[in-house]
């Protein structure tokens, strides 16, 4: 029995992967200083969020790694600890197979109590991704909306010292 379900999940992880990827070569990058930003992104929970107009930092985790980091950090934290420091949180998670996405992914993510703004669309997600050390946590500090610094962070210890910076 263990052996037919496990390739059963086999199959169905093949079967989510597609081979046919779209050229996104030529995307503009959306993670620039100087640049305005807008987010409009649907949240773990499918429900529409935007940039709060009182947001000065996002997060971006565009890794497996790097969202674990975060989550488990903020997963420490009390549910307002991101809007108490005028921070929003971004997972990237379009790169897994959807059926990866709304299986195991998204499920795990209602459990956070945390709110994880979602880039689950490739071609959503990629001008976000264009020239950012995906690797890596992304912190972008933000004023009214403009982008006015970029950097990356390795562990939860810079990412508390970074949210909480004054």
């Given at each position: 029995?263990?052996?037919?379900?496990?390739?059963?999940?086999?199959?169905?992880?093949?079967?989510?992967?597609?081979?046919?990827?779209?050229?996104?070569?030529?995307i503009?990058?959306?993670?620039i200083?100087?640049?305005?930003?807008?987010?409009?992104l649907?949240?773990?929970?499918?429900?529409?969020?935007?940039?709060?107009?009182?947001?000065n930092?996002?997060?971006f985790?565009?890794?497996?790694?790097?969202?674990?980091?975060?989550?488990?950090?903020?997963?420490?934290?009390?549910?307002?600890y991101?809007?108490?420091?005028?921070?929003?949180?971004?997972?990237?998670?379009?790169?897994?197979?959807?059926?990866?996405?709304?299986?195991?992914?998204?499920p795990?993510?209602?459990?956070?109590?945390?709110?994880?703004?979602?880039?689950?669309?490739?071609?959503?997600?990629a001008?976000?991704?264009?020239?950012?050390?995906?690797?890596?946590?992304?912190?972008?500090?933000?004023?009214?909306?403009?982008?006015?610094?970029?950097t990356?962070?390795?562990?939860?210890?810079?990412?508390?010292?970074?949210?909480?910076?004054?």
């Amino acid at each position: 029995m263990t052996k037919i379900l496990l390739a059963l999940v086999m199959a169905l992880t093949f079967i989510g992967c597609s081979s046919k990827g779209e050229d996104l070569s030529n995307i503009t990058p959306k993670l620039i200083v100087g640049n305005t930003l807008t987010l409009k992104l649907n949240d773990q929970f499918e429900k529409s969020q935007t940039l709060n107009a009182n947001t000065n930092k996002i997060i971006f985790a565009f890794a497996k790694d790097s969202a674990h980091i975060c989550n488990d950090f903020f997963d420490t934290k009390k549910p307002t600890y991101l809007a108490d420091n005028n921070t929003q949180f971004v997972a990237d998670v379009s790169a897994a197979p959807s059926l990866i996405r709304s299986m195991f992914i998204l499920p795990g993510l209602k459990d956070f109590k945390h709110t994880v703004l979602l880039l689950d669309d490739k071609a959503i997600a990629a001008p976000y991704r264009k020239d950012m050390d995906t690797e890596k946590i992304v912190l972008v500090s933000i004023s009214n909306g403009k982008v006015l610094s970029i950097t990356t962070l390795n562990s939860q210890k810079e990412l508390q010292e970074a949210i909480e910076a004054k």
